[in-house]
């Protein structure tokens, strides 16, 4: 699914309207049937409806939904901001029609305001701005925003909330900007719902297909995307009858150091449950026990070191590579990573403790292989490029921090991002809270792995593993409740979620 600008947006409405035969009022009205419903769905006609409306078409929504709503006999109240006399041609058209069924509860607002009492019973219907929003509310928006906001009502936002910008939110005011506890989108999401800081504005979201043009959307160009079930489906290779353990590689696991010889098993395990057909784990002596012991499927290759890794291994037989899980940050671990770096000819995952050891020798990166996929969560990514203030800003940094190293970059997280050397964002949808937990991370560096050495390409491996790794997450929550769920259930749901995406529907 390709997430759109704001100013996309706005495109895509006016090429249905001219390209569709669809005229413009119609096409709010079936935005506004939406909202409604999902609003009727939600709340009955106990509460009260306030619906705060701007003279733009975010408004002319609201308009459309008053009457609906009213229609329904819910009861409603409509306060319409009239600030410039500038009003939308369907804001408008909404404006008579509600008039016309008889609604009269509407107050309009040019400049003195006295705000209507907001009671916790009160759902109040944020119609204000939404894609159309150029800068940062102030003046009287900003005071109604921090009115709502300090209600005790429920808010639903039309489209976004009110002063979101759907990019970047840099220099954005954030106490004007409409807290939320739903939001109905028309379309598609927008960007900065994906970012964690903004989740307190949008609330749940929900996303109300409106019919936008199949040929605007197809033919748009943006470098994000939500990675889709059906997607990812496509990706995955069936097996040949006559397959053998030689054609779906052999992977090398570099992992584990004194005290975290854990992080060597999970990724070891998650590996062998998805699909790789042979793996070594080279790891410090000292480990070599418990990795025989718990991940008998996999060869284990002992450093030359007791307790850290210590000494660049030979890469020559191996289809890919994973450096990272556990392997701690020894001086001389981070100069064997680097090392080892030099001779990672074949596919690569760097994760954890190899990008901390870059992150200290910033000035090897450029010794980090093409094309490798490096999977930092946010400390690790900002350990790298430096301290962020926003996600936009981070996303903005991976990215060129991915288009300098050729490399892929795994920003691990809720909504996690692959990005790609060209620049492409795509965000998962798999996952949930109870992966925050240790461990999680090795386990995609293992999945991840195993899908190098059976030749996936990188970008294939990054969607398809991302993706699996937190359907597996969500099967363990479904299983074990969010709270208990742990990285060895991720782990052991991992089957399921390899037989959910492989079963035909
Ligand atoms: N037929 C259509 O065009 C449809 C439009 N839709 C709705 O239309 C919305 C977009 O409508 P518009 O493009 O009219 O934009 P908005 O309704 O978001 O805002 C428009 C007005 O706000 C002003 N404005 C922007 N930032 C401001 C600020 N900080 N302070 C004060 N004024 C500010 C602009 O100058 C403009 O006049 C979507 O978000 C969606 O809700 C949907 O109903 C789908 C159909
Ligand atoms: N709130 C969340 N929603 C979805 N996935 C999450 C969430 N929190 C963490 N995860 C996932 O769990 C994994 C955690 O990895 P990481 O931070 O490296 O942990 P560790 O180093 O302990 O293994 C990542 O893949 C991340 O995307
Ligand atoms: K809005």
Same mark, same amino acid.
């Given at each position: 699914?390709?997430?759109?600008?704001?100013?996309?947006?706005?495109?895509?409405?006016?090429?249905?309207?001219?390209? $569709?035969?669809?005229?413009?009022?119609?096409?709010?009205?079936?935005? #506004?049937?939406?909202?409604?419903?999902?609003?009727?769905r939600r709340w009955d006609k106990a509460r009260r409806m306030i619906v705060f409306a701007g003279a733009g078409n975010n408004g002319g929504d609201a308009l459309a939904v008053a009457r609906m709503l009213f229609l329904k006999h819910y009861p409603v109240e409509v306060v319409f901001f009239n600030v410039t006399?500038? =009003?939308?041609?369907? /804001?408008?058209?909404?404006?008579?029609?509600?008039?016309?069924?008889? !609604?009269?509860?509407?107050?309009?607002?040019?400049?003195?305001?006295?705000?209507?009492?907001?009671?916790?019973?009160?759902?109040?219907?944020?119609?204000? !701005?939404?894609?159309?929003?150029?800068?940062?509310?102030?003046?009287?928006?900003?005071?109604?925003?921090?009115?709502?906001?300090?209600?005790?009502?429920?808010?639903?936002?039309?489209?976004?909330?009110?002063?979101?910008?759907?990019?970047?939110?840099?220099?954005?005011?954030?106490?004007?900007?409409?807290?939320?506890?739903?939001?109905?989108? =028309?379309?598609?999401?927008?960007?900065?719902?994906?970012?964690? $800081?903004?989740?307190?504005?949008?609330?749940?979201?929900?996303?109300?297909?409106?019919?936008?043009?199949?040929? !605007?959307?197809?033919?748009?160009?943006?470098?994000?995307?939500?990675?889709?079930?059906?997607?990812?489906?496509? @990706?995955?290779? +069936?097996?040949?009858?006559?397959?053998?353990?030689?054609?779906?590689?052999?992977?090398?696991?570099? #992992?584990?150091?004194?005290?975290?010889?854990?992080?060597?098993?999970?990724?070891?395990?998650? /590996?062998?449950?998805?699909?790789?057909?042979?793996?070594?784990?080279?790891?410090? =002596?000292?480990?070599?026990?418990?990795?025989?012991?718990?991940? +008998?499927?996999?060869?284990?290759?002992?450093?030359?070191?007791?307790?850290?890794? #210590?000494?660049?291994?030979?890469?020559?037989?191996?289809?890919?590579?994973?450096?990272?899980?556990?392997?701690?940050?020894? $001086?001389?671990?981070?100069?064997?990573?680097?090392?080892?770096?030099?001779?990672?000819?074949?596919?690569?995952?760097?994760?954890?403790?190899?990008?901390?050891?870059?992150?200290?020798?910033?000035?090897?990166?450029?010794?980090?292989?093409?094309?490798?996929? @490096?999977?930092?969560?946010?400390?690790? @990514?900002?350990?790298?490029?430096?301290?962020?203030?926003?996600?936009? $800003?981070?996303?903005?940094?991976?990215?060129?921090?991915?288009?300098?190293?050729?490399?892929?970059?795994?920003?691990?997280?809720?909504?996690?991002?692959?990005?790609?050397?060209?620049?492409?964002?795509? !965000?998962?949808?798999?996952?949930?809270?109870?992966?925050?937990?240790?461990?999680?991370?090795?386990?995609?560096?293992?999945?991840?792995?195993?899908?190098?050495?059976?030749?996936?390409?990188?970008?294939?491996? /990054?969607?398809?593993?991302?993706?699996?790794?937190?359907?597996?997450?969500?099967?363990?929550?479904?299983?074990?409740?969010?709270?208990?769920?742990?990285?060895?259930?991720?782990?052991?749901?991992?089957?399921? #979620?390899?037989?959910?995406?492989?079963?035909?529907?």
């Amino acid at each position: 699914m390709k997430i759109l600008s704001c100013k996309q947006q706005r495109e895509a409405d006016a090429y249905t309207i001219s390209h $569709e035969s669809i005229l413009s009022i119609n096409l709010m009205e079936k935005a #506004a049937s939406l909202i409604t419903d999902a609003i009727c769905r939600r709340w009955d006609k106990a509460r009260r409806m306030i619906v705060f409306a701007g003279a733009g078409n975010n408004g002319g929504d609201a308009l459309a939904v008053a009457r609906m709503l009213f229609l329904k006999h819910y009861p409603v109240e409509v306060v319409f901001f009239n600030v410039t006399g500038k =009003i939308s041609e369907e /804001c408008l058209t909404n404006i008579r029609r509600l008039k016309e069924c008889g !609604f009269a509860n509407f107050t309009e607002v040019s400049s003195q305001f006295d705000p209507p009492k907001l009671t916790r019973n009160d759902i109040v219907i944020d119609g204000l !701005f939404g894609a159309g929003l150029n800068k940062p509310l102030s003046g009287g928006f900003a005071a109604v925003v921090q009115y709502i906001n300090a209600s005790q009502s429920t808010v639903v936002s039309i489209d976004t909330p009110s002063g979101l910008m759907g990019e970047d939110n840099t220099y954005n005011v954030r106490q004007n900007i409409i807290q939320a506890d739903l939001t109905l989108t =028309i379309q598609l999401p927008k960007l900065s719902f994906l970012f964690a $800081e903004n989740e307190e504005y949008v609330g749940e979201w929900e996303v109300l297909d409106i019919g936008t043009s199949q040929e !605007f959307m197809k033919n748009v160009t943006t470098p994000y995307y939500i990675t889709e079930e059906a997607k990812v489906r496509s @990706l995955i290779r +069936p097996y040949k009858k006559f397959a053998h353990k030689g054609m779906r590689g052999h992977g090398l696991l570099i #992992a584990g150091s004194y005290g975290m010889g854990g992080a060597a098993v999970m990724a070891a395990q998650a /590996c062998m449950r998805s699909g790789i057909g042979r793996l070594t784990v080279h790891t410090p =002596i000292c480990n070599h026990n418990l990795v025989q012991t718990l991940v +008998p499927q996999a060869t284990v290759e002992d450093d030359l070191h007791e307790r850290f890794f #210590a000494e660049p291994t030979d890469l020559d037989n191996y289809q890919a590579i994973a450096i990272g899980p556990g392997l701690g940050q020894e $001086e001389i671990t981070a100069k064997t990573t680097i090392e080892q770096l030099d001779s990672c000819y074949v596919p690569t995952v760097l994760d954890a403790d190899a990008l901390n050891n870059l992150s200290v020798y910033r000035n090897f990166l450029n010794r980090v292989p093409k094309q490798a996929i @490096l999977t930092p969560h946010v400390k690790e @990514l900002e350990r790298l490029v430096g301290r962020c203030s926003n996600s936009y $800003e981070r996303l903005s940094k991976a990215k060129e921090l991915s288009s300098y190293l050729q490399c892929y970059i795994v920003l691990k997280g809720a909504w996690t991002t692959i990005i790609t050397p060209e620049g492409n964002c795509y !965000f998962n949808p798999t996952g949930n809270p109870g992966m925050a937990t240790g461990g999680s991370g090795d386990v995609l560096t293992g999945i991840l792995l195993a899908l190098l050495a059976q030749g996936y390409p990188q970008e294939a491996a /990054c969607r398809l593993g991302v993706y699996v790794h937190g359907l597996a997450g969500d099967i363990a929550r479904e299983r074990q409740g969010v709270i208990s769920m742990n990285a060895a259930d991720i782990i052991e749901a991992l089957p399921e #979620a390899w037989k959910k995406l492989t079963e035909t529907k």
